[in-house]
């Protein structure tokens, strides 16, 4: 995977920027810095195709989804 990105499970919450949640068969790629409205650096933007690559390894995934992530850790 790549360096410095986190795959939390479908319970967690990653303090991480940008982060990978995979719920069975789909997985979330969350952007999470709610006090800047979700904006990346980027550094962060150009691992998204990481974490994409990660999906397609992952047989079980068939849907990613982005979202972003509010000031209480909720997905938007």
């Known amino acids: 995977m790549a ?11 990653s303090n991480d920027p940008l982060f990978l949640q995979i719920e ?3 997985a979330f790629i969350n952007f999470n810095r709610p006090e800047k409205r979700n ?5 962060k933007w150009t691992k998204i195709p990481h974490l994409i690559e990660e ?10 989804i982005f979202k972003g992530v509010d000031h209480s850790g909720r997905g938007l």
Do not use: D
Request: proline share 0%; with cysteine.
């Open 24 to 26: 069975g068969n789909i």
């Open 3 to 13: 360096e410095n990105l986190e795959v939390v499970n479908k319970n967690s919450i």
């Open 39 to 43: 904006a990346l650096s980027y550094e």
């Open 55 to 64: 999906c397609e390894k992952n047989s079980q995934v068939k849907v990613i």
